[in-house]
T-cell receptor
């Protein structure tokens, strides 16, 4: 069964460093997302991406964040200068259609900022 | 601002009995509702969904009920199995948008 894959599974970084999280969505999906879950809190939407551009973003997704689909398979999330509060589990997700809401999530990348 | 609320952080049920997980929402623009299940160290996995034009959707042991007037939905699992032990997230999306708004989750523990 096709799945969303994410790397790394865990990254530890120093505050102020740049981090890139990688995702390979399911190949025939058109909509791509990043969500995050801070420990003990709910899963929060960050950004959605369709047709090679950001379609929606939350207030969390400020200028420190960016996304890119550099080729036909990868979808990356970059955090330019990490802060302590960026420590969270970051989930990539993809979907076939816009309005059904059914998303397929990866296993997550745990980011720890020291 | 919690647009999707799951007021029970945990629920314990015996194997074979019914599990009922509840979810309330405040945003009247939501028209599609989903339940996701999450095991530790894994991403959320889609379980079942319901459109606002329906009030019930059933898939095997899982049934989701939607009460639009009360802005309330519930997930029934019957019979519950130990493998159902996980965190269950209620999520909602609004027409024209593909993003999901999640609740905080309810941890279900099904004991043998």
């Amino acid at each position: 069964e096709p799945e969303v894959t994410q790397t790394p599974s865990h990254q530890v970084t120093q505050m102020g460093q740049e981090v890139i999280l990688h995702c390979v969505p399911i190949s025939n999906h058109l909509y791509f997302y990043w969500y995050r879950q801070i420990l003990g809190q709910k899963v929060e939407f960050l950004v959605s991406f369709y047709n090679n551009e950001i379609s929606e973003k939350s207030e969390i997704f400020d200028d420190q964040f960016s996304v890119e689909r550099p080729d036909g398979s990868n979808f990356t999330l970059k955090i330019r200068s990490t802060k302590l509060e960026d420590s969270a589990m970051y989930f990539c997700a993809s979907g076939r259609e816009k309005n059904t809401g059914e998303l397929f999530f990866g296993e997550g990348s745990r980011l720890t900022v020291l | 601002d919690q647009q999707v609320k799951q007021n029970s952080p945990s629920l314990s049920v015996q194997e074979g009995r019914i599990s009922i997980l509840n979810c309330d929402y405040t945003n009247s623009m939501f028209d599609y509702f989903l339940w996701y299940k999450k095991y530790p160290a894994e991403g959320p996995t889609f379980l079942i969904s319901i459109s606002s034009i329906k009030d019930k959707n059933e898939d095997g042991r899982f049934t989701v009920f939607l009460n639009k007037s009360a802005k309330h939905l519930s997930l029934h699992i019957v019979p519950s199995q130990p493998g159902d032990s996980a965190v269950y997230f209620c999520a909602a999306s609004a027409r024209g948008y593909s993003t999901l708004t999640f609740g905080k989750g309810t941890m279900l523990l099904v004991s043998p």
